[in-house]
């Protein structure tokens, strides 16, 4: 199933974090939080201004970004488990960093 956002929303594939501390520690499911890293899927066409133009969004596909802890809204589609939030709810871009070579280390 294909999604597509409306206005100013993205969708959202969260980055999982390494489940070793520096010191070699593993930790378990239950005692990670949710990584606030993600990587963005799809993007809406963009809000729109007073005077009825629509304004694009600073983001797109396959960006590696940060959001807050408590962003987004989680949805299951086609049964992985993704976020859909405003594009306000994005604190920045990493740039030069690839999440797809993240996910394959």
């Known amino acids: 199933m294909k999604f597509r956002p409306l206005h100013d929303r993205v969708v959202v594939r ?3 974090s390494n489940e070793r501390t520096v010191g070699g520690i593993i930790i378990p499911d239950t005692a990670k939080e949710k990584p ?3 990587e ?10 007073e005077q009825g133009k629509v304004v694009a969004l600073d983001v797109k596909v396959g960006d590696h970004i940060l ?5 987004g809204t989680e949805v299951k589609i086609d ?3 993704l976020l859909i939030m405003k ?3 994005v604190m920045g871009v ?3 960093h690839s999440a797809k ?4 280390a």
């Open 101 to 104: 070579a993240k996910k394959a």
């Open 87 to 89: 594009e306000s709810d």
């Open 67 to 71: 959001f807050g802890k408590w962003s």
């Open 94 to 96: 990493i740039e030069g």
């Open 40 to 49: 963005i899927i799809a993007v809406g066409p963009g809000a729109r201004d």
């Open 36 to 38: 606030q890293e993600g």
């Open 14 to 16: 969260r980055i999982e």
């Open 79 to 81: 049964g992985e488990e």
